[in-house]
């Protein structure tokens, strides 16, 4: 039955409105602003491409903050989603209990920021915490590193707090291998194929465009991740753990600076787009395999 | 008869959609009819983080009953709820950004005036002489720009430091320090008896730690000018880096393994359990002193007050309520909002629940703790009155201390290095 194009414009005109309301206009209205020197007091002046040469060419903090998210992305694209395949691997064999720990896997996914932020801190506490408690019973002296707050462990611990957790990963991985049509792994079995190369030969290629949908959905994460930093360096000690994200919310919140806010807003998209594409290049994601 | 409601069915969602967006509710620029006897009822807009565990909720819950009692029938009062004073300044900071503050705003402090000055009434023209007493000429001072009044004065500063008598005597002290060469030394004192001396934060801006700091700085007359100056911009000068020196001695000598990234709570949590001896602090925290779901019975009997060695105390105006109402009938009802919570008799009542000290001139009572008559001594006493950061300093050199305390601390950055890292973010505004 074919469609009157009238009337599928009047059923996406709710849809299309509130994305123009919600998304489009601010979009329009950061972009436009990341051109204007815009402060609190009343100052809104034309200043073209000025602050993209300050924060490029001059801003030390900017360039801590892009180099620190792409660290981060690299990590949770790599690792966290390295992890969380391996795992979900593991629990396609379906051994005993593959459910419960499918589900335990997952626990950190439903916890809010908020609360991971202060049971991180309390975990990682120098006087109290859990790790040094544990590190003074072992080795029966005091331990009391501060790692959230010593400049050399900082990075490491705020990225525990988010590297192993792949829940996520593993609900969609092993969504993907357990898709898998079972004929294909039988005639691999057929021609004599062990599981190891079952799984790295066959399995690993069929969930391809899965794999690439995780490492889109860690890359990203990475380029919005804020609370979890926020509530637990604030970007310090210095400028360690400083990130895109977290630097423009000061830069707006507390440097009342506007246009250098929307500036980092407009890197940002830019950078997201980009590492969605190249991961799409990557991955082949529109290419299907069965 | 299919297609119709189905075309119905999109014409309501877009209309949903549109209204959700555009839907205005309890509009304090709208003054609604209302009340038994007819009158036009006006609708004032007033978050607050006077809410939960806040020291001042009771206050204003009780103010805000006696209010409604008195001008409830003409006057309705918004109540947003914003738990956390920082969440609060960010709110406020948003709202501003739109051109949509709310009608009266109470930061508890921190200093929104110059960056918003520009959206807020000017108040000069509804401030009496009789209204006027209110504050001390330096509360409105702290509260004005230019000759020009942005905000009413209800309480001032008067922010000194509590010591543990207990733990004193038992390092053999046997009276505050009155130099800083001799809080040194009874530091040294209490270290010697195995005693932790300070209680120390570098969290939401390192509250205790900068009191120290700051008092250190204004021990001199150059000092105590540059700690009453509004937004500073320069830091780089000998008395800030002396003592900036003398942080990063504490916090590497004398403070718990918990005070590099720990929060106020933190610090107090380590003084009401008797592991700190000492912690600079307001009277506000005198009522947990008798709390003894935080403390130990008699802890308070324990507890001793002292200004800054110097002779230094803070003692100064506090940011007040300031007014954004946007038409002329909703001013008038903010006003007497806010007049009615900044009167003589609701800063009596803050004194008695909260330990606040009121920004009027002689107001006591017999329901005040003595430690907090003990604190209002040591400010008149004082040779040098200073403001607090959070009150004068830009929010981003508030911001900035609390990430570079952390480097000072672990002696990656010098104290000279501290100080320009403050100047440069300063220097962004």
Request: aromatic share 12%; proline share 3%.
């Amino acid at each position: 039955m074919k469609v009157k194009k009238w009337k599928l414009a009047v059923f996406l005109l709710p849809c299309l409105l509130l994305f123009a309301l919600i998304y489009l206009i601010p979009l329009c209205m950061v972009f436009g602003s990341s051109f204007f020197e815009w402060r609190s007091g009343g100052v809104f002046r034309f200043v073209g491409l000025g602050n993209y040469m300050q924060a490029f060419l001059h801003d030390t903090r900017m360039h801590a903050a892009i180099v620190n998210t792409i660290i981060w992305v690299l990590l949770q694209s790599i690792v966290h989603v390295g992890i969380g395949t391996v795992i979900a691997f593991m629990l396609s064999r379906k051994l005993r209990g593959w459910k419960v720990l499918r589900t335990i896997y997952m626990i950190p996914n439903v916890i809010s920021a908020a609360a991971l932020g202060v049971i991180f801190l309390n975990v990682f506490n120098p006087k109290y915490g859990l790790i040094n408690s544990a590190i003074s019973q072992i080795t029966g002296s005091a331990f009391e590193k501060n790692w959230f707050f010593e400049q050399s462990s900082a990075f490491m611990t705020v990225t525990w707090s988010w590297l192993l957790y792949t829940g996520m990963i593993i609900i969609l991985v092993l969504a993907g291998i357990l898709a898998i049509p079972g004929d294909l792994v039988e005639a691999a079995r057929i021609d004599g194929a062990s599981e190891m190369e079952i799984n790295f030969k066959v399995r690993l290629p069929l969930i391809r465009t899965i794999l690439g949908t995780s490492v889109i959905l860690a890359a990203t994460s990475m380029l919005r991740e804020f609370e979890l930093i926020y509530l637990t360096t604030n970007g310090g000690p210095g400028e360690t753990t400083l990130n895109l994200p977290l630097y423009l919310y000061k830069t707006s919140m507390t440097d009342n600076n506007y246009g250098y806010a929307n500036m980092m807003g407009v890197v940002l998209i830019l950078a997201g787009i980009l590492t969605v594409y190249a991961i799409n290049r990557l991955f082949r994601m529109n290419e299907a395999d069965y | 008869m299919k297609k119709l409601l189905a075309m119905a069915l999109a014409g309501v969602l877009m209309l949903g959609a549109l209204s959700g967006c555009g839907g205005q509710s309890g509009s304090a620029d709208s003054p609604s009819s209302g009340g038994n006897s007819g009158t036009k009822v006006v609708e004032v807009d007033f978050p607050t983080h006077w809410v939960g565990v806040s020291v001042n909720a009771p206050w204003f819950q009780e103010r805000l009953a006696a209010f409604n009692e008195q001008y409830g029938d003409q006057i309705k009062i918004n109540v947003e709820e914003i738990a956390g004073d920082q969440n609060y300044v960010d709110k406020m900071k948003v709202l501003y950004s739109s051109n949509s503050l709310p009608d009266a705003i109470n930061t508890g402090g921190y200093n929104l005036i110059d960056s918003m000055k520009d959206q807020l009434v000017v108040l000069n023209d509804y401030i009496d002489d009789d209204f006027q007493k209110v504050g001390t000429d330096i509360a409105w001072e702290v509260n004005s720009r230019d000759g020009q009044i942005y905000g009413i004065p209800y309480t001032r500063q008067v922010i000194g430091y509590f010591y543990n008598k207990d733990l004193f005597a038992q390092a053999g002290i046997d009276k505050p320090a009155e130099t800083w060469d001799e809080f040194f030394a009874q530091c040294d004192k209490l270290l010697a008896a195995g005693i932790t001396p300070l209680s120390m934060d570098t969290a939401d801006s390192g509250w205790v730690t900068s009191l120290m700091l700051g008092a250190m700085v204004g021990q001199t007359d150059s000092g105590e000018a540059f700690m009453n100056q509004n937004l500073p911009t320069d830091y780089n000068f000998p008395e800030f880096v002396d003592a900036v020196a003398n942080i990063q001695k504490m916090f590497q000598k004398y403070t718990t393994s918990d005070a590099v990234g720990g929060a106020y709570e933190n610090a107090a949590s380590n003084f009401f359990m008797e592991e700190t001896a000492i912690i600079a602090n307001g009277p506000w925290m005198v009522s947990d002193f008798y709390d003894e779901t935080l403390v130990e019975p008699g802890f308070a009997d324990r507890v001793g007050t002292a200004m800054f060695p110097g002779g230094v105390m803070y003692n100064s105006g506090k940011i007040g309520f300031n007014i954004a109402s946007k038409d002329p009938e909703t001013l008038e009802a903010t006003l007497t909002f806010v007049k009615f919570l900044s009167n003589e008799e609701s800063q009596q009542r803050m004194l008695e629940i909260t330990g606040d000290i009121p920004s009027m001139e002689g107001i006591t009572s017999s329901e005040v703790k003595p430690l907090i008559n003990e604190v209002i001594a040591n400010g008149d006493a004082a040779a040098h009155c200073i403001n607090d950061f959070q009150s004068l300093w830009y929010a981003n050199v508030v911001d900035e201390i609390s990430i570079q305390y952390p480097l000072l601390a672990q002696g990656k950055i010098t104290p000279e290095q501290f100080a320009k890292a403050l100047s440069d973010v300063a220097a962004k505004n």
